[in-house]
């Protein structure tokens, strides 16, 4: 029998006809849609929460495809070879990607629950320019040779997207490597298909085990946030998987004070730990997403520290092919002489505290 979140994937929203059902499509927007050669959609579930009369709709923009992809000043060519070093003397299978010693993101498939324009792996999920096999089993081989590997973070597409057999199998293989101390999956399943989180998947992921499994997200605005994704994460929770956010910092879309200070103080509020806001990265074909640099730990300071608990505060990074780089200029510390510190809250108010000699 066909399952709820099987039933959202067969009828994934990827057509104009389909897309219609939920929005009126705006001239710009059926423009970009027939013009593209890139895969593009969602689930209806995750389309149902698009403002049907309203382009500029965060969750639109983020599905849809649009005429400025076709613009690339900054972006990078080549950007997933760059970013992932696939083209060092290490000799690795593609499944395999790599920026430090002892972790590595282990790719397992391509399909995904909603295929963001915004995508720092758009050359290959979105666009298709870059062709890649992702065995499984060769990837599984690679990692029982390297023993310094002690985090693997399961990725795609959306690994969620794979039945619970799969899943069963590509956690208990992991798990049957001495040198694996931790397995994470990064899924936007919680957000677009929250009907994902069933009991089969649960009984895969869950109970008590030497080598935990932690779940990290994909949410970029409050109205992603519903009854159905609390639900989802409550359920996770429940079989011991801890939930935490890697949001995109995207133009338009969530770069102002307030929709950045509820996206984080609402993820709180269905047990979702925010955790990274990522800069969006150098992928072509997304400079119409991208915000400067400071932008992130700006509206970190300025939505964020003094206004809402330490539990909504993420870090503010941008991934490189040398591993993330953490963009937290120190706002705070003022001047400092032999005797004192002299800080600043986000009021401005500032205060003084001894400055200790090592």
């Known amino acids: 029998m066909t399952e709820e979140w099987q039933g959202q994937l067969k009828d994934f929203v990827n057509s104009i006809e389909r897309l219609e059902r939920f929005i009126n499509i705006s001239a710009e927007e059926r423009k970009a849609i027939e013009s593209t050669s890139s895969t593009w959609g969602t689930t209806p579930y995750f389309a149902s929460l698009m403002d049907p009369d309203d382009p500029a709709c965060p969750i639109r923009r983020q599905v849809i495809p649009s005429g400025q992809e076709n613009i690339n000043t900054y972006g990078m060519q080549d950007y997933l070879v760059w970013k992932e070093n696939r083209a060092t003397e290490e000799v690795r299978p593609d499944s395999i990607a790599r920026q430090y010693v002892d972790r590595v993101a282990f790719t397992v498939t391509q399909n995904c629950g909603v295929y963001c324009r915004h995508c720092f792996r758009k050359e290959l999920v979105v666009d298709g320019d870059l062709s890649l ?133 609402k993820l709180l509020r269905v047990r979702i730990k925010p955790y990274y806001v990522f800069y969006c990265e150098s992928a072509p074909g997304i400079d119409h997403f991208r ?62 505290i001894p400055n200790m000699p090592e």
């Open 133 to 265: 096999d992702f065995n499984v089993d060769e990837g599984l081989q690679w990692l029982s040779e390297h023993p310094e590997v002690r985090d693997v973070l399961v990725t795609g597409g959306d690994p969620f997207l794979l039945p619970d057999e799969q899943l069963e199998y590509l956690i208990r293989k992991l798990r049957e490597l001495p040198h694996v101390q931790m397995i994470r999956f990064g899924t936007r399943a919680p957000i677009v298909l929250p009907q994902r989180i069933t009991p089969g998947l649960k009984k895969v992921l869950g109970g008590y085990h030497r080598v935990p499994i932690w779940v990290n997200t994909q949410c970029n605005h409050p109205n992603e946030i519903t009854e159905e994704t609390a639900k989802a994460v409550f359920e996770l929770m429940g079989c011991g998987i801890n939930v935490g956010n890697q949001a995109v910092l995207l133009k338009g879309i969530n770069d102002d004070v307030e929709t950045f200070r509820e996206l984080h103080q």
């Open 291 to 352: 915000t400067p640099v400071e932008k992130g730990a700006e509206l970190i300071r300025d939505a964020l520290r003094g206004h809402t608990t330490g539990l909504a505060q993420p870090m503010s990074v941008i991934a490189t092919n040398i591993g993330k780089i953490p963009l937290m200029p120190d706002y705070y510390i003022q001047g400092k002489n032999d005797k004192e510190y002299t800080l600043r809250n986000h009021k401005g108010e500032t205060t003084t």
